[in-house]
């Protein structure tokens, strides 16, 4: 009889202590997954501004490229003319390249092929001969091969353009004086 009253509480106090266990996992579970939402919430913002930035730079680099176009255009600066034809596949792409730079290191290279060969089939081979005959800051953004990059390498490629269209300009009213 004393044996039968020890068994059972033993299992009385093993009870007792997992039931106290189970109220304690189940507290931290409900913890775990407010934090899950808290961070799902986070994310989906931070993910909303990532494509809202993403839009804004396509937008405004766009903008750039077609001041750019106008401006090569009215000045009848040939070869301006021919290196904005050549990057504006990386400039009209500039969102899902974003994307894709963000998904890792390593992407921006292909992604870029892609989106020049949707193009022309050689416009990427010729992309790549203007960067790699380029002044060796453009070929250290497209070594990098990753968002950032891509991001200085677009910027490079636009304001470059306008160093040489605003040269183009100066050296043609050189001329006419």
Known sequence: MFFVLIITAAFVVISIFFFLRAEKLQR???????????????????????ILVATRGQEFAKARLASLKVQATASEYEQLIIHLELISPLINNYSIIFRECLKGKGRFKAVSQKCFENHDSVAYNKFVALIVTGDKQLQRYWSSDNLNGFLFLVEALLTTDESNNVSSKNKKSVCIS
């Open 28 to 50: 931290q579970l409900i913890s775990q997954k407010r934090d899950s939402i808290a961070t799902r919430k986070e994310n989906k913002a931070l993910v909303d501004s990532m």
